[in-house]
């Protein structure tokens, strides 16, 4: 595959990191897989390390590179767990790493962050923007400065200007999602999405996989989109109202760690368990304790670790004039959890850190 294609990774390269499991599905939407690309291609992220570096020395030295890494927001157990994975892999490397953002998931709270980090000069920077357009400008002057950028997790609606960029298989997810909550609910009724913010990557593919899905479902429809702006306490209020005024509600799809949490709690507390099922994001302490209880149904597992890894190596290769070993665009797998798989360990590998001290 070339490195202007798109690659899957699914290489367990650093501690942190974690394999993809046997449950998940190689499957993705026809815009990002590669057609025909074979299950062992797809495994293949570049030439090995190894083969690469001993063709050409490094133009700069490891002690002397700086990878700053920006998460979303920096108490999210996604990017907290995507900091141990580039921490791990920096280690390796001996790079420096740094860590530092917003504490709300927003360009609100983001834009002053990366603004000040600017005037630091860090040797390549590793961003999730919290916008696809509001990050733009911003990165686009480190870019000008001469330093490359790489988008983890989320990414910009213009991804020409980026060195690479890495993500789930987000759309996938939204399809798994509805695919599950469909099966249980005998392929009718309604359902909802409790979303965070519109403009937001990620979370805009995994909503328009979800609705793809359902709408492959004649006696199933999409009856509300909600935003809960990444508050589990407005995700929970908007699911009681829902709950409230569809009657023939029968699933519901939080988006993230936040809306999963208020969905599920909002469904426990309304006594629907079992009744109006839910799809969700993200394994951390609460998701995993509503989805072994049987509150959320499917859970749908990213592999931060991963992407933080992974972005530190491409940061690296390009640094140390390797850029030809890096793919312009990588493709995380997702792991699907179940209320039956809950507590296998071949799943719960991938559950989220709560913190890591770096
Ligand atoms: O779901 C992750 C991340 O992938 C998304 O872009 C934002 O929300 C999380 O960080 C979970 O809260």
């Known amino acids: 595959m070339t490195n202007e294609g798109v690659v899957m990774s699914n290489m367990h390269r650093s501690k942190g990191a974690a394999r993809v499991g046997r449950k998940a599905r190689m499957v993705g939407s026809a815009a990002v897989v590669a057609a025909g690309a074979t299950a062992a291609s797809l495994a293949l992220v570049g030439p090995s390390s190894a083969a690469v570096h001993a063709a050409k020395a490094p133009k700069v030295a490891a002690k002397n590179i700086t990878i700053a890494l920006v998460p979303g927001l920096t108490t999210d157990p996604f990017y907290i767990t995507m900091h141990a994975g580039a921490a791990a892999e920096a280690k390796k490397l001996g790079v420096k790493l740094t860590w530092q953002g917003g504490t709300t998931f927003s360009p609100t709270s983001q834009l002053p962050v990366v603004n000040a980090l600017l005037a630091e000069h860090p040797s390549a920077l590793l961003i999730a923007p919290t916008d696809v357009v509001a990050l733009k400008a911003p990165i686009e002057k480190f870019i000008k400065a001469g330093i490359p950028v790489i988008t983890v997790d989320t990414t910009l609606t213009d991804t020409s200007i980026l060195a690479a960029r890495i993500t789930s298989n987000n759309f996938q997810g939204g399809e798994q999602a509805a695919e599950t909550i469909a099966k249980?609910?005998?392929?009718k009724g309604q359902v909802a999405v409790d979303?965070?913010?519109p403009g937001i990557s990620t979370t805009d593919?995994?909503?328009a996989g979800f609705i793809?899905?359902?709408?492959?479902?004649?006696k199933m429809s999409v009856a509300a989109i909600e935003y809960n702006n990444d508050s589990p306490t407005l995700a929970a209020s908007q699911t009681k109202d829902m709950?409230?005024?569809f009657p023939k509600l029968v699933g519901i799809f939080g988006t993230n760690i936040y809306g999963a949490q208020g969905a599920g709690e909002a469904i426990a507390a309304a006594g629907k368990k079992g009744k109006v099922f839910v799809a969700a994001y993200d394994a951390e302490p609460a998701t995993v304790k509503?989805?072994?209880?049987?509150v959320i149904n499917v859970l749908v597992i990213q592999q931060p670790a991963l992407e933080g890894a992974d972005g530190v190596k491409y940061a690296y290769d390009i640094l140390t004039g390797h850029k030809s070993a890096v793919p312009k665009a990588t493709l995380v797998q997702n792991v699907v959890g179940t209320t039956a798989?809950?507590?296998n360990p071949s799943i719960s590998k991938y559950y989220y850190l709560s913190s890591f001290s770096g």
Do not use: D, M, T
């Open 184 to 187: 249980l609910a005998h392929y």
């Open 195 to 197: 979303n965070v913010n």
């Open 205 to 207: 593919a995994r909503q």
């Open 212 to 218: 793809a899905q359902i709408k492959k479902y004649p």
């Open 243 to 245: 709950v409230l005024k």
């Open 290 to 294: 509503l989805l072994k209880q049987g």
């Open 341 to 343: 798989n809950a507590s």
